[in-house]
């Protein structure tokens, strides 16, 4: 084809056929009709049209112009705007993450770490005002419209806790680390099977619920129990509580033959035995008084994949703030005046680093 007008060139780059282009339509919904998708290039069109790419371009904007304001005059689709506690735990660790991350990237002409910070920050404090009661120690699953309500589930838990955790270590806030192990107590008080090990989806109050479920399978989302054997990972190098490592060992136990026989099936489970095996470490940047002095040694750590590393930043204001929670950090300064890292495990530290050399080196040799 060596020309083409605007119409040709949507029905190539849309897949649009004379007689639909539905692959399979068992219930006969879309006979004769098109679902639009991208099924051609831009390369591709101009090739076949003799059109430049330019041209090409600028008809497909003014066709999807064209297509939105006849959208505009059909039924809009309803919208799910119901806040769910877990999906919020989730992408509260993502933002958290992603801050640490960045803060090692910025410096590098990265994106800056501090918009992501603050999301989860705001999603963390709309959960714990809105849908937790620290006077009963309840924790409701939904929100919506001003209300909230249903108990939650484990995996409401798990996953808020995992996004606090993440939270903590970006921020090094103690009020994210005593909210998480509020919550991880009611979590194994309520969901903790002491029989078999790992944890029940459900608490087993509600009678119309025949049978408590204990999730083993990683689909779209990941089990609370793999989850959560990833928060106490965490939490146990943190916080003495002589139940959670024995509750470790006794859920990695439970899912043994699953993660031998069909152990893509169980991916989360699989990381979680992975830190298990490794040895989770702990990495403490004890910045300088004045915040800004050398920023080179946590931009340092950032930079670095250390999947198996609990990492905090303790700035001079914070150290006495943690104090309560976790002593053996406030403990962790400056070295004359300049930012220093520890490198520890199981809290078994050794000397403390102020150079970026020096770091990449302990890095190398605790790996």
Not at 179 to 192: K, P, V, Y
Not at 346 to 355: D, E, G, I, L, S
């Amino acid at each position: 084809m060596a020309r083409g007008d605007a119409s040709v060139i949507v029905r190539l780059r849309f897949g649009v056929e004379p007689t639909g282009n539905a692959p399979q339509d068992p219930q006969q919904e879309f006979t004769g009709k098109n679902l639009l998708y991208v099924a051609r290039s831009v390369d591709d069109i101009a090739t076949q049209t003799g059109r430049s790419v330019d041209d090409i371009v600028d008809t497909l904007n003014r066709a999807r112009v064209r297509m939105f304001q006849e959208r505009l005059g059909r039924p809009r689709p309803h919208r799910d705007d119901k806040v769910l506690t877990a999906w919020n735990g989730l992408m509260i660790a993502a933002c958290a993450r992603l801050a640490r991350v960045q803060q090692g990237a910025a410096a590098d002409g990265g994106v800056a770490a501090e918009p992501y910070l603050q999301a989860a920050r705001r999603a963390a404090g709309f959960i714990r005002e809105r849908m937790w009661s620290a006077g009963s120690n309840l924790l409701l699953r939904r929100y919506r419209d001003g209300h909230a309500e249903i108990d939650a589930y484990a995996e409401d838990y798990a996953y808020l806790i995992f996004g606090l955790l993440e939270l903590f270590q970006a921020s090094a806030e103690p009020m994210w680390l005593e909210w998480a192990i509020a919550l991880q107590h009611r979590q194994d008080e309520l969901f903790w099977d002491d029989e078999a090990g790992g944890w029940f989806s459900t608490t087993g109050r509600d009678p119309t619920v025949l049978v408590r479920m204990k999730e083993d399978y990683d689909g779209a989302e990941p089990t609370a129990s793999a989850v959560s054997v990833m928060n106490l990972l965490v939490l146990s190098q943190l916080v003495d509580d002589a139940q959670w490592p024995r509750r470790i060992e006794r859920t990695l136990r439970l899912f043994g033959a699953r993660l031998e026989q069909i152990g893509r099936a169980v991916p989360m489970m699989a990381a979680a035995l992975s830190t298990y095996v490794a040895g989770p470490q702990q990495i403490v940047v004890a910045e300088a008084a004045d915040g800004a002095a050398d920023q080179a040694l946590g931009r340092a750590v950032a930079r670095h994949y250390l999947p198996f590393a609990t990492i905090l930043r303790v700035g001079a204001d914070r150290r006495a703030a943690l104090r309560g929670s976790l002593p053996l950090v406030a403990d962790m300064a400056a070295v004359d005046g300049r930012t220093a890292v520890y490198v520890c495990r199981h809290f078994a530290c050794r000397q403390p680093v102020t150079t970026v050399e020096a770091l990449e080196q302990e890095l190398r040799a605790r790996s």
